[in-house]
């Protein structure tokens, strides 16, 4: 079992910034992917950006030059830096743990982009 606790969503304006963090805890190890997804009003769950086990990240098109996905294996945690927030980046942020057998999500972190 792997637990993600999410934090760090909040209101801010357009064009600033956040970073959202993911703690991980259990059975660490076993996971092979983490990323993070989020969940507009009224739309589907989407894919943001993605960090695998020996390095590579993946990032959605929208958000290319703008977000950053990190990892500090240390602490067991994954960051999501978010920079120049857009209105449309309005939703829940949520975390993502994949073992290739199982797939873990944490319970979300709100981020409203509003003036």
């Known amino acids: 079992q792997v637990q993600l606790v999410e934090s760090g969503g909040d209101l801010v304006q357009p064009g600033g910034s956040l970073r959202l963090s993911c703690a991980a805890s259990g059975s660490i190890s076993s996971i092979n992917v983490m990323g993070w997804y989020r969940q507009a009003p009224g739309k589907e769950r989407e894919l943001v950006a993605a960090?695998?086990?020996?390095?590579?990240?993946n990032y959605a098109e929208s958000v290319k030059g703008r977000f950053t996905i990190s990892r500090a294996n240390a602490k067991n945690t994954v960051y999501l830096q978010m920079n120049s927030l857009k209105r449309d980046d309005t939703a829940v942020y949520y975390c993502?743990?994949?073992?290739?057998?199982?797939?873990?999500w944490g319970k979300g972190t709100l981020v409203t982009v509003s003036a």
């Open positions: 993502d743990a994949n073992s290739g057998l199982m797939t873990y």
């Open positions: 960090t695998f086990k020996y390095g590579s990240t």
